[in-house]
């Protein structure tokens, strides 16, 4: 995770915690003169639109006043959706025996993206089945993760 994503999670968990949601995740994303902030948030129960507004009214009002963004952004509050993305190696631990995609900082084996069943996770190791075959990799190495879905 980036520095900024972290000090935006550290800022923000209390407040939308103390609304009685998780805070999955945060992606800021850059793209040209505005950027986007997603904060993904869960409950239990579900997600609906209205537990969204309420975050995000939640969220405006600590960035207003704590002002950790210096260019133009906007905010998105979602829930993390069917291709939940994968931010702490409890989301990992979460998703053993699901499909995930993921892409490393630090390349393994000369690859960056795996896509393949989670066997495991212990130890900040998630341990990934691809076509057959096993690898290891540390979770502080993985840039992006998401569940992939399924349908059947």
């Known amino acids: 995770m980036a520095k900024l994503e972290e000090k935006l999670t550290e800022m923000l ?15 800021f994303v850059r793209a040209g003169k505005h950027s986007i902030l997603r904060v993904f948030i869960d409950h239990e129960n579900g997600i609906s ?14 960035l207003d006043v704590e002002d950790p963004i210096s260019t133009e952004y906007n905010l998105e509050v979602s829930s993390p959706g069917m291709d939940r993305p994968l931010f702490k ?10 499909v995930v995609q993921v892409r490393l900082s ?5 690859r960056r993206n795996f896509k393949g ?13 691809v076509d057959g075959q096993q690898f290891q ?4 190495n993985i840039e992006k993760g998401n569940v992939v879905p399924t349908f059947e």
């Open 13 to 27: 968990n209390p407040g939308v915690e103390a609304l009685g949601f998780e805070l999955v995740g945060i992606e």
């Open 49 to 62: 639109v209205d537990n969204c507004a309420d975050v995000s009214h939640q969220v405006s009002a600590i």
């Open 89 to 98: 190696e409890k989301h990992y631990v979460d998703s053993v025996g699901e």
């Open 106 to 110: 630090m390349p393994m084996d000369d």
């Open 117 to 129: 069943k989670v066997l495991a996770c212990d130890n900040g190791v998630v341990s990934i089945e």
């Open 137 to 140: 990799l540390a979770v502080a």
